[in-house]
């Protein structure tokens, strides 16, 4: 399979309740991670990565950020006269609901019909992982699977019709449970799906008309038997975003060196957009330690691991240690914080002590001054 044969659909507002503040004036993709870049980062470069030319985003609300992230698709070479990125936003006055895949899909086929490719690889933007994706498209042909489901295994996320896959050793899908109760590991899908334009145009169609809303139930789960659906494990480090917990502990696992270099290979970088800032500026009396600090930062305080997004400043005598401190945040001189996140443009006034837990964080929202 060619890769420009593969028609990219990336969902941005997936999940997006999950992360409940945070993403109350902005999509799960255009989320903050790692000191520079966002969700979305990920499924648009593991899809350029391997080859494919054309992608869709879908945007039901709250896109503004988005759009000014995302752009033309430059910072992914995908600000093309032909294919490239096209934004998919909302056709009706009214939000779409994020989790109905089916009422999503729908509203932009024509977007997918009209696509010269011949194939349509679905993904999530709550998904981290450096995959690639062209193995996925091999592993497709070879099996001459009608869906591919990419799947992890370990434990399962707390998402809504989060599927769990039986699969046997040819690696075929022999049974999908949803929203299954369990805290043993399993093999969950990954939301990342593969399929023929053609099977999914007429799956899509058939949803619609028995007025079926769940991607997962109504169209894998009842097809299960009559289609030949396989299975392709994700390799890769990974990690899932299914709350404000797991965000928070997705960003900590990069301060670990072999987890930022599974996820930031130089040979299939992560492309984001730029910003042009300086070097980051360190006082005389700050002191930093395992923490990841992008530029633009000035610190003069105190950082233990902990991850600095662009252009945050840490005051004299500021202490921040196992905390999230997003674009232009401020914290004043003497102040505290211990398992914070704080969200962009905030401020944190002199000598104030903010502390939450690893297993609970406390999130300071955008803008706020404490």
Known sequence: MMPKNVLGIVYSNSFDSSLGALTARRTMGSVPFGGRYRLIDFPLSNLVNCGVTKVGVIANSNFRSLMDHVGSGRPWDLSRKVDGLTMLPPFTPTAVDANNRIDSLSRIME??????????????????????????????????????????????????????????????????????????????????????????????????????????????????????????????????????????????????????????????????????????????????KNSLIADGCLIEGTVKNSIIFRGARVAKGAVVENSILMQDAFVGEDAKLNCVIMDKNTVITPKKVLSGDKSYPLFVGKEIVI
């Open 111 to 288: 977007f997918i019909s009209h696509s010269k490719q011949e194939y349509v690889l679905l993904m999530d933007s709550n998904f981290i992982c450096n995959m690639d994706c062209s193995k996925l498209f091999d592993f497709h042909s070879k099996k001459n699977a009608d869906i591919t489901l990419a799947y992890c295994t370990g434990t399962l996320p707390k998402l809504q019709n989060q599927a769990v896959l039986e699969v046997d050793e040819d690696s075929k899908i022999t049974n999908i449970g949803i929203d299954v109760k369990t805290s043993a590991d399993v093999n969950y899908s990954a939301n990342v799906i593969l399929v023929r334009k053609a099977l999914l145009e007429r799956l899509i169609g058939d949803a619609e008309s028995y007025a079926y809303t769940s991607f997962e139930k109504d169209i894998l789960q009842k097809n299960v038997s009559t289609l030949n659906i396989y299975g392709y494990k994700v390799e890769e480090w990974n990690y899932t975003i299914d709350s404000m917990n797991t965000y928070f502990e997705a960003n900590m696992e990069l301060l670990k060196k072999e987890n930022r270099k599974a996820l930031f290979n130089e040979d299939t970088p992560v492309y984001t957009k730029v910003r042009n800032d300086m070097p980051v500026v360190y006082g005389i009396s700050s002191n930093c």
